[in-house]
């Protein structure tokens, strides 16, 4: 289904139960990714998952949001955004949430329930609220 509203899904990606989609258009999901049950992904402006990557259940990807900067009516406020990549061999646990220009390189972990708010390098393990570096690949 995510396929026919124009998500790129490479045909080894699984999508578990109850994962929801916000402009599919914009997910491309690589080999042998995969979604947990009950991920939420909101593509509006971009998500891209590399290769052998796996995202946990009840992540939520949010690569849209409102501006921070205007209180006033939020009803009418215009979305602002940017794309999400997470790169190959990657895990995202469970409950994490993942927000707009967020970049996780190849080989990164991110804990369980992490807010992960800025970009993760490369074969780095994060955790935390916000997500910091535990430990280092380098």
Same mark, same amino acid.
Do not use: Q
């Given at each position: ?6 998500? *790129?899904?490479?045909? %080894?990606?699984? &999508? ?19 979604? /947990? ?7 509006? !402006?971009?998500? !891209? &998952?590399?290769?052998?990557?796996? @995202?946990?259940? *009840? %992540? ?19 979305l602002v955004g940017s794309p999400i990549i997470v790169g190959d061999a990657c895990w995202v646990g ?5 927000? +707009?220009?967020?970049? @996780?390189?190849?080989?990164?972990? &991110?804990?369980?329930? !992490?807010?992960?708010?800025? !970009? @993760? ?7 935390? @609220? +916000?997500?910091?570096? &535990?430990?280092? /690949? %380098?």
């Open positions: 289904l995510l396929r026919r509203f124009g998500a *790129e899904l490479h045909p %080894t990606a699984t &999508i578990g139960p109850g994962v929801r989609v916000l402009k599919p258009a914009g997910l491309t999901m690589a080999r042998g990714s995969g979604l /947990a049950r009950d991920v939420v992904i909101d593509a509006r !402006s971009g998500v !891209s &998952i590399g290769a052998r990557t796996m @995202i946990g259940f *009840e %992540t939520v990807l949010l690569s849209a949001t409102h501006p921070k900067d205007r209180v006033d009516d939020r009803s009418t406020l215009p469970a409950r994490c949430m993942v927000l +707009p220009g967020v970049v @996780i390189g190849d080989g990164a972990t &991110i804990g369980a329930m !992490s807010l992960v708010n800025r !970009s @993760i390098d490369r074969g780095c393990t994060a955790a935390g @609220i +916000p997500a910091k570096a &535990i430990h280092s /690949a %380098t």
